[in-house]
């Protein structure tokens, strides 16, 4: 079983930063992908940022240049620092994984980015 614990998130006017972190925990996991999704009311779950093995990060046009993922090669930790944030950024932030022993999607509870104008 994994577990992803997220924490960060929070409200903040616009330009601002904030920072999220997402740590996955499980007997013995070996995590091979880790990202950050999110969703607002009405609207289906939209990819943000994604890294692989520590190596290739993929990052949303609408974030790009604002947003940096960072995560150790094959750690089971990632962070991501939001700069320069706009009231479309406001939403639910969930954090997703695989691991190399299953094909299964695991995802964290959500966290919540408020972007006041």
């Known amino acids: 079983q994994v577990q992803l614990w997220e924490s960060g998130g929070g409200l903040v006017q616009t330009g601002g930063s904030l920072n999220l972190s997402c740590v996955a925990s499980g007997n013995r996991i070996h995590v091979r992908s880790m990202a950050w999704y999110r969703q607002t009311p009405g609207k289906s779950r939209e990819l943000v940022a994604s890294?692989?093995?520590?190596?290739?990060?993929y990052y949303a046009d609408t974030v790009k240049g604002r947003f940096t993922l960072s995560r150790e090669k094959f750690d089971n930790a990632m962070y991501m620092r939001m700069n320069n944030l706009r009231p479309d950024d406001t939403a639910v932030y969930y954090c997703?994984?695989?691991?190399?022993?299953?094909?299964?999607?695991?995802w964290g509870q959500g966290i919540q980015v408020t972007v006041s104008s």
């Open positions: 890294t692989s093995g520590g190596l290739s990060t």
């Open positions: 997703h994984t695989q691991i190399f022993s299953s094909t299964a999607d695991y």
